[in-house]
């Protein structure tokens, strides 16, 4: 067991600086020991001022609970679409890391990242790695293409 989940199940956490633990501010937000303003009024004023809302939020759908803007980052993914995107994603790294000869520490770094990354993370992640794996396959090509020319002359 690591010594910072031993520490955090024992609830025997020590600071360096008690002087600089957060404290509970009017019951609204979390500030530091000699803080004395509260934002969060002025923020909630500001957020739900109908005329200074920008044009890009007309339209936004409003939280219940906190009256606050939102857009849904993206469509309704059944699990289904979860598991063949990760899949595709890690055969794009694969394919990726053998043309382009990554050593086996890195391979291993960028697919566990990208496999333990947060879901609003997979389509763009994707999206990255494909586009560089077809950036590499245009690449090697064009390369391939260039020397059979150069062989092909007297």
Request: neutral net charge.
């Amino acid at each position: 067991m690591s010594k910072y989940l031993a520490m955090l199940k024992s609830e025997n956490i020590h600071t360096t600086s008690p002087t600089k633990l957060p404290k509970l501010m009017n019951g609204n937000s979390v500030g530091f020991v000699g803080s004395s303003h509260d934002p969060i009024p002025q923020i909630r004023d500001v957020a739900n001022d109908w005329a200074t809302l920008p044009d890009d939020c007309i339209g936004t759908l409003i939280d219940d609970e906190s009256g606050a803007h939102y857009l849904p980052w993206a469509p309704y993914m059944q699990a289904s679409d979860v598991h063949r995107m990760r899949r595709d994603l890690a055969e794009t790294i694969v394919a990726l890391a053998d043309l382009e000869r990554w050593p086996e520490h890195s391979l291993k770094d960028v697919f566990t990242r990208a496999m333990r990354g947060p879901l609003s993370a997979l389509a763009s992640d994707l999206g990255h790695f494909a586009s560089r794996l077809q950036e590499r396959r245009a690449e090697l090509a064009v390369r391939g293409a260039i020397d059979r020319i150069a062989r092909a002359r007297p």
